[in-house]
């Protein structure tokens, strides 16, 4: 998933996120008292460079709107102005099972995207209930990289077997003082490790079984599961794999990881989303521009794609985000954004010369050409399994990554993480 915050209780609603949905509504409230027509209202999880740049392409739209960022953990805050009776026109979404859970409530509105709106197979029906759309997608995140930089890694791996070969070469160097670790990763970040879950099971799973874990139809225990995390305990427990060993790793954020490719360099490769790049673009040292390659499966070529994504929703009673959130569906509304770069369109009809970006304008081709594409698992399981910070799926992985790292036996690590996720499934009501 992307770096966001997840579900909580409307029961166990922090005194922050109250504050910050009463300031939100106090602005809001000020603006109607001072205009004949308030502003559509958005909430975004985005900051930063991130929300300058939606800013800037609201400000095309032929009304006024005022996006409030609501932090990490967006579903909190919706909740808190939902208890509150004010809920915002739209809001920016990072988990498609949110829309569904919304939908269901009875909190969203249908809608219409449109008539450019197109998106490639494996993302279409996932903001629907029931048969009506409840949610369009407006920005995409491309969850199958790994970044590096060539004077480096001149030859990058093609396959799995040929990724496992060269980090156990480079960790037997980083042992020896003899060069950086092969690996850095954010294991700090439970949705990092469920990143590298989900492109590993897409890659071993067979044809829907992915899917029917997703939709929860499918069985946790399955010998595809299982491969998938034998493999990555073959990668993860190899020794010298990270910079200062897998107990490290546990205490190392997403960003931090990145600096450690792309500014001290003390690792080789980093494997992440698209968005890697908002963070080499800060803290890279030197004119050397790092490189991307595909995510290595067992075979050299055609591999699954995994996607994440960013939803626009509008709460019921509002017209006006509805026909907000339809002009924000056509791929031309994001042109500034386009434009300035770090922006990837999940609409297929967006032209490939509109991207300035030349990272991005790869990218977005290969949505039009991979041969399967794959959203982002755990952002689709229902409850508290889809993980937040210690909890659900995201916990789980940081378990198996600390005993595959700290010496448990690879077939140990793995039935123990398999039990748990068929636990937690269960408790979900999302699989067996």
């Known amino acids: 998933m992307t770096p966001v915050g997840r579900a909580a209780p409307v029961a166990r609603l922090s005194r922050r996120t109250l504050l910050r949905a009463t300031a939100a509504l106090t602005a809001t409230t000020g603006a109607g008292c001072a205009a004949t ?11 930063g460079g991130e929300l300058a740049r939606f800013r800037e392409v609201v400000s095309n739209y032929g009304a006024d709107v005022q996006v409030i960022s609501a932090g990490n953990d967006i579903d909190a805050f919706l909740r808190a102005r939902h ?31 449109a008539t450019s709106y197109a998106l490639p197979p494996g993302m279409a029906d996932l903001l ?56 850095a990763v954010g294991a700090a970040d439970g949705w990092v490790l469920t990143d590298w879950f989900e492109n590993v099971l897409a890659d071993v799973a067979p044809p829907g079984h992915y899917e029917a874990l997703a939709r929860g139809e499918a069985d946790w225990r399955s010998p595809s599961v299982h491969t998938a995390l034998d493999r990555l305990a073959e990668l993860w427990g190899v020794d010298g794999a990270f910079p200062g060993g897998g107990r490290r790793a546990l205490l190392t954020q997403y960003e ?9 360099r003390r690792a080789t490769m980093l494997f992440e989303a698209d968005f890697v790049d908002d963070v080499s673009r800060r803290f890279r040292r030197g004119p050397e521009q790092p490189e991307t390659f595909r995510f290595p499966g067992a ?68 949505l039009r050409t991979a041969e399967a594409v794959r959203f982002d698992l755990s952002d689709r399981l229902p409850g508290p399994f889809t993980g937040s910070d210690g909890v659900g799926i995201w916990r789980i992985m940081q378990d198996f990554f600390a005993d595959v790292t700290g010496g448990v036996p690879a077939g140990r690590a793995t039935r123990r993480a398999v039990g748990q996720l068929a636990a937690a499934a269960r408790s979900a009501g999302g699989g067996r």
């Open 37 to 47: 027509a308030p502003a559509v209202q958005v909430a975004v999880v985005w900051s």
């Open 83 to 113: 208890l509150a009776g004010t809920s915002p026109d739209v809001a920016i979404l990072p988990r498609s099972g949110l829309v569904v859970e919304y939908a269901r409530r009875g909190w969203l509105r249908e809608l219409t995207p």
């Open 128 to 183: 629907s209930a029931d048969g009506r759309r409840y949610g369009v997608w407006v920005k995409a995140a491309h969850k199958s990289l790994f970044w590096h930089f060539p004077s480096m890694l001149p030859e990058p791996p093609r396959t799995w077997d040929q990724l496992v070969t060269l980090t156990r070469r480079l960790g037997a160097r980083a042992r020896s003082g003899d060069g950086p670790a092969p690996l």
């Open 256 to 264: 931090e990881s990145v600096i450690q490719v792309v500014h001290h």
């Open 299 to 366: 075979r050299v070529a055609g591999g699954p794609l995994i996607v994440g994504g960013d939803a626009a929703v509008a709460f019921a009673g509002s017209a006006r985000g509805a026909e907000l959130v339809r002009w924000l569906s056509d791929g031309s509304a994001f042109q500034p954004w386009l434009r300035a770069g770090g922006y990837l369109s999940p609409n297929v009809s967006v032209p490939l010369d509109d991207y300035r970006d030349p990272v991005r304008r790869r990218l977005a081709a290969e």
